[in-house]
């Protein structure tokens, strides 16, 4: 009896489904939507940006001369001595280091 019941409640929803979707009215904006196709604009071409390769090196050295001077802070800071500039020195570091990726890299 269950089966039976479950059979006729799947099949009447099988069936009248497509019944009630059909007499479902069109939203009135889809009309008006598909009047207008969508265009899309090409992407613009990447930019050439031009590489100063004076500053490349002026960037590349300080920061290989910061970079230099960090151990031997380190050492002083494992004897409990903070080097005031340590911070400023290794925020200087991260700018740099950032600044020669951006420009190195598309």
């Known amino acids: 009896m269950r089966h039976h019941l479950l059979f006729f409640c799947l099949v009447g929803t099988l069936v009248l489904k497509p019944i009630v979707c059909a007499q479902l009215p069109e939203p009135p904006g889809k009309r008006e939507i598909a009047k207008y196709p969508l265009v899309l604009d090409p992407p613009p071409p990447p930019s050439k940006r031009t590489v100063d390769p004076v500053k490349l090196r002026a960037e590349a050295n300080e920061l290989a001369d910061l970079a230099h001077s ?18 400023d020195k290794l925020k200087r570091i991260e700018k740099l280091s950032k600044q020669l990726r951006g420009e190195l890299t598309p």
């Open 70 to 87: 960090v151990p031997a802070d380190v050492d002083q800071v494992s004897q409990g001595k903070l080097p005031k500039d340590f911070a």
